[in-house]
Structures are given as C-alpha cells and as structure tokens.
C-alpha cells in the first residue's frame, strides 16, 4: 500500500488568509487534492474537518502542517493527538516550521526520539506559560485590591423618579414596557429595586401580591 501524504490547513476566523500555509504545502509536494483547509479555532480538536481527515488516515501515511500551533493551541491535547496519531494509528507527523518535528519511517529511532523530546518541551513550555500568566494576574488583582480598586460590574444607580413611575405600574397608569423603556432597564431589575426599596410587589400581568425579591443583578 503507498505512502499518502496530506495537508492540514487551519486559521482561526474567515478574515485571515491561509495563503502561506497552502505554498508551504506545494512546496513540500503535499497534492492538492490532499490539503484540508479549514477555519476554526485551535482551542481544542473537535474541528470536522480535521476529525474526517484523521479517519481517512492510514497506517503509513504522512500528516503535514506548516507549524505546530495550526495542529492546535492546547499543547496537553496535542500530545495526546501526537501519540494517538503516531503510536495507535502509525501515521507520520511533519512540521514544516520545527524541523526536528518529523517522524516519518525513514528517519531513524533517534529522530523520532527527538521529535517526543521536543513536543514534550513544548507542551511543557507552554504549561509553564500559563501558570506564570494566572500567577501574575492574581499578583495584580491582589495589588488592585489593596488600592481599592472594586472589580465586577458597576452597579446602576437608582433614578430619583423610580419610585414614582414604579408606583404610576402599580396602579396601571402605565405599562411594565413604558416604565421599563423610561427607566432603560430590564424588567427583573424593577423588581429588585422595588424588593431593595420595600415597595409592594406588581407582576408583568398587573397582579398584585406580596413582593418575593431575588437578589440577582441586572
């Protein structure tokens, strides 16, 4: 059985353009009627396009990529896919961008070795990464914190002239939708403000009860 060699092409919106990736596919002799092209994010592998291309994958073929981060952006799942890939299903891995990242059958056990070693400081890497960024953005909201600084979302004030227009609802001179456009908010802020205010409770449907208030933001 020949050797089939594939391309997988990723961006991540339909703005950006796979020009580069599609030339470094032909330059490397990957057919045309091979290159899958496709446009999502690499957050995570549940991509169809990607997911056909592995089930079509056979035991000797050859996957390509013009760098490691179109394969994906989670190094944790890119190992996994790399050994599926390579050790379960026997297909070869070439990035064109990391040249030691290639595990093609004519490169020998030491190569192939090489190519673990560095994936693996590259999950690695990347890892270490992200515990230094949550690491700093905890050193900074705790330095905000000190200052004073309240984080979530700034609360709205109360109009002076609630009560009145509440109460305007209430006796059903006005509709739930006038007095919620006149105020500029949500129905379910009205009756927080009105369970906050001690105001006597008045349903969408202009029944009239004892007020029972849920504490839940606008």
Avoid at 14 to 20: G, N, P, T
Avoid at 33 to 53: C, M, N, T
Avoid at 151 to 175: H, M, N, Q, S
Wanted: charged share 30%; with cysteine; hydrophobic share 35%.
């Amino acid at each position: 059985m020949s050797r089939r060699t594939y391309g997988y092409v990723r961006v991540s919106t339909r703005s950006q353009k796979e020009d580069r990736q599609l030339y470094a596919m032909r330059e490397f002799g990957v057919p045309a009627e091979h290159i899958v092209v496709e446009k999502q994010s690499g957050k995570d592998f549940a991509r169809p396009l990607y997911l056909r291309l592995v089930r079509s994958l056979r035991s000797g073929d050859v996957l390509v990529v013009k760098s490691i981060d179109r394969l994906g952006r989670n190094y944790d799942e890119i190992l996994e896919q790399w050994a599926s890939l390579t050790k379960e299903k026997g297909v070869a891995i070439v990035v064109l961008d990391m040249p030691l990242l290639d595990t093609r059958e004519d490169r020998d056990l030491t190569g192939v070795l090489i190519a673990d070693i560095v994936l693996q400081l590259l999950s690695y890497v990347a890892q270490t990464e992200r515990e230094y960024i949550r690491q700093r953005q905890m050193e900074g909201i705790a330095a905000a914190k000190a200052r004073g600084v309240k984080f979530g979302a700034e609360r709205k004030p109360v109009p002076e002239d609630f009560d009145e227009w509440y109460l305007r609802w209430r006796r059903r001179e006005i509709t739930g939708k006038t007095l919620c456009d006149h105020l500029g908010i949500h129905i379910t802020t009205v009756y927080r403000w009105a369970g906050e205010r001690g105001l006597p409770f008045q349903s969408m449907t202009g029944k009239k009860g004892s007020h029972s208030y849920k504490n839940t933001e606008a």
